[in-house]
């Protein structure tokens, strides 16, 4: 079974419009980690933001919000006022810390675009 | 420099050629990590170091030799690819100081073409 699963492989925003990019999960340690990466067509994965499991609040990171349904499993990335710049590919990944490993499980990506 | 730095940027390789990747790291991690990015594939991790000493290889096959000879520098040497290698190569560094944290931060990549 797939340890992070992304429903969505497009996705298009208007410009200043709200998108949300769909995450969900699995695992069955109780300990993780939940990170949302952007990769432009440069290349480059650049860390968005972090939502720990124990964490009692949503994490946010200016335009950046992580939407954390714990029970559901899901952990939907929300980029509010959409800009131009934001047309890239997201990645949702999780580290397992129970298994005392390092790794991040990476999704299949999402491909934002942003319309003018 | 800052942040992770990756060389060469592209690479065209022949099935007989040895060629290498590397990666700095100017931030002061004691773990770095190589992920293979094939197209429309989820990033796949291949191999870990943590101050140095290798601690996971994902089966990666043996064409595939890492190399950290401190904490601030990574090897990938590569002989003997086959055309399926063909792939964006990341390489990332983080620190391991214990907790759920421990952002890892990754480099530009290195697209490899085997011809």
């Known amino acids: 079974a797939q340890k992070i699963t992304q429903t969505q492989p497009g996705m298009f925003v208007q410009e200043k419009e709200a998108v949300t990019l769909d995450c969900t999960y699995d695992?069955?340690?109780?300990?993780?980690?939940l990170f949302w990466y952007k990769q432009p067509s440069s290349g480059e994965m650049i860390f968005l933001i972090y939502?720990?499991?124990?964490?009692?609040q949503n994490a946010t990171e200016g335009r950046y919000s992580l939407n954390f349904q714990k029970a559901r499993k899901s952990a939907n990335l929300v980029i509010s006022a959409s800009q131009l710049g934001d047309s890239a590919m997201y990645f949702c990944?999780?580290?397992?810390?129970?298994?005392?490993?390092?790794?991040?499980?990476f999704g299949k990506g999402t491909k934002l675009s942003v319309i003018p | 420099e800052t942040g992770v730095t990756q060389t060469p940027r592209h690479l065209v390789m022949g099935m007989t050629n040895k060629k290498s990747l590397k990666c700095e790291q100017h931030?002061?991690?004691?773990?770095m990590y190589w992920y293979k990015q094939s197209a429309k594939k989820p990033l796949e991790l291949m191999f870990v170091?943590?101050?140095?000493?290798?601690?996971e290889n994902n089966s990666v096959p043996s064409r595939f030799s890492p190399e950290c000879p401190n904490s601030s520098h990574l090897f990938l040497h590569l002989h003997t690819l086959q055309p399926e290698d063909s792939a964006l190569y990341l390489c990332?560094?983080?620190?391991?100081?214990?907790?759920?944290?421990?952002?890892?931060?990754f480099g530009p990549g290195t697209r490899l073409t085997v011809l």
């Open positions: 990332a560094s983080s620190q391991t100081s214990g907790g759920d944290y421990n952002e890892q931060f």
């Open positions: 695992t069955s340690d109780p300990s993780y980690g």
């Open positions: 939502q720990g499991s124990y964490d009692q």
């Open positions: 990944a999780m580290r397992e810390v129970g298994a005392g490993s390092y790794q991040l499980t």
């Open positions: 931030l002061g991690h004691n773990a």
């Open positions: 170091y943590n101050f140095k000493e290798q601690t």
